[in-house]
């Protein structure tokens, strides 16, 4: 069984950074795609970044395109999303996601078999 824990979310002010770890762990991980999400209330699941865990590829969400990074550390089973000039509308509870089978990147949140708990991130004005 896989298990994703985040950590790293937290208050912060508007322009400054946080970076949110998802460790995952278990049986038969063979990640193939790690993916980051984020949901504010009452709206739906978000797509912000994804990365394969091979080769490097990745893909962002136009509203966070040079402001998050999405890196990823094999050793440790262990995926980042480096967040910078944080707005209040970043505000939101931020998942990451995991899909197994290889082919197209998934960038919808069916794409992903495996989720986190979700970490709250809140940006002050």
């Known amino acids: 069984q896989v298990q994703l824990v985040e950590a790293g979310g937290g208050l912060v002010q508007a322009g400054g950074s946080l970076r949110l770890s998802c460790a995952a762990s278990g049986s038969f991980l063979n990640i193939y795609a790690m993916g980051w999400f984020r949901q504010a209330p009452g709206k739906e699941r978000e797509f912000l970044a994804t990365i394969t865990w091979n080769n490097n590829v990745t893909r962002y969400a136009h509203s966070v395109q040079g402001r998050f990074a999405i890196s990823r550390d094999n050793a440790k089973n262990t995926g980042y999303l480096q967040m910078n000039a944080l707005k209040p509308e970043d505000t939101a509870v931020y998942y990451c996601?995991?899909?197994?089978?290889?082919?197209?990147?998934?960038?919808?949140?069916?794409?992903?078999?495996?989720w986190g708990q979700g970490t709250q991130v809140t940006v002050s004005s």
């Open positions: 996601a995991v899909d197994r089978t290889p082919g197209i990147l998934p960038i919808i949140a069916l794409g992903y078999e495996i």
